[in-house]
């Protein structure tokens, strides 16, 4: 009887509940009857919601058996803002997942096309969809206010992927690639919070294939006629091209025109090769863009 006993005392209005005590015969349908039956008193208005998961768990979180996130954890991996958009932007009747494996790239990508959305001048189609964002987003916020514009968003995988090129310095990092994007004051307190979390996603979550620590010197190995070749027309192909304007798509075909069909080595082998020289492992991040952020000089003196 102690919740319908708190509901008259109260006059409690209106009290969620979880999917467990939502069923027929639960709780909640024993409490609505008390309430009536001893006190003469409506029961509240209920919304029941669904169970919040763990992308890459076992399932539904569980304080019974162990299985908890806390909102410290999460906001090591997401912004406040980002941490209440993944609710806000749920039916609460619905099950969602919190992703904290490689799907935070994903949610991360999302979050940034609906915050572009809400944020954006209102479209002549579907006007109540964008009404609906904008209401989503203010829930979203730390202040219940809406900004005037979106901050500059880095895009979650490339920042990664930079972070580490940059050994993790964050200010290295923003001089280096966004120097030209980050503009304002929000600007750059948006960036320097999402290289945080990037860098605390790569830390504890992060799967093995995303880690990986440039070389500092070159690294010898044991290569066959073939690998030799190879190696040398990507050397070639690299002192001539303009790493910083040409396009990552056309690198990609000059790398196999010139380096892979040019020396007739394998393709497998070929990337193997040129990632060890790079970062010590047989796969990682997409070749052609990898070798424009890395720079004409260090790519160089580690081929």
């Known amino acids: 009887t102690d919740g319908p006993m708190r509901w008259a005392y109260e006059k409690v209005d209106f009290d969620p509940g979880g999917k467990d005590p939502s069923s027929e015969g639960s709780s ?16 509240p208005i209920y919304q ?24 410290s954890t999460a906001l ?24 904290f494996d490689e799907d935070v790239i994903k949610l991360h990508d999302e979050f940034d096309r609906f915050e572009e959305y ?25 202040d219940d206010k809406l900004p005037a514009a979106a901050p500059y968003r880095a895009p979650f995988r490339d920042l990664t992927t ?24 929000e600007d750059k307190t948006a ?7 990037a860098m605390n996603w790569l830390d504890e979550f992060a799967p ?12 010898q190995m044991s290569l066959n006629n073939d690998q030799k070749v190879a190696l040398e027309k990507l050397r070639s192909l690299v ?15 000059s790398i196999y025109d010139e380096a892979i069909r040019g020396s007739g080595c394998d393709s497998k082998i070929f990337f193997q090769m040129v990632y060890n020289k790079l970062i010590g492992r047989d796969q990682g991040p997409r070749l052609p863009a990898f070798m424009k952020e890395l720079g004409k000089e260090r790519l160089l003196k580690l081929l």
Not at 76 to 99: C, E, G, H, L
Not at 163 to 185: H, N, P, V, W
Not at 208 to 219: C, G
């Open 28 to 43: 909640y349908d024993t409490a609505k009857q008390i309430v009536q039956a001893v006190w003469g008193r409506s029961p």
């Open 48 to 71: 029941p919601y669904d169970f919040v998961m763990m992308k890459g768990g076992t399932g539904k979180m569980s304080s019974s058996r162990g299985e908890m996130l806390t909102v």
């Open 76 to 99: 090591k991996i997401y912004s406040p803002v980002m941490v209440r958009w993944i609710f806000a932007n749920q039916r609460p009747n619905t099950d969602f997942s919190i992703a």
């Open 118 to 142: 809400a944020l954006g001048p209102k479209p002549d189609k579907k006007p109540e969809n964008w009404t609906t964002a904008r209401r989503t987003y203010q829930l979203s916020t730390i």
């Open 162 to 185: 930079r972070l580490q090129i940059c050994d993790g310095d964050i200010d290295r990092t923003m001089q280096k690639f966004y120097k030209a994007e980050i503009k304002t004051s």
């Open 191 to 197: 960036f320097i919070l999402r290289a945080k979390c």
């Open 208 to 219: 093995d294939s995303f880690r990986y620590k440039i070389h500092t010197t070159p690294v």
């Open 239 to 253: 002192e001539k091209v303009d790493l910083e304007t040409i396009d990552p798509k056309d690198l990609n075909q």
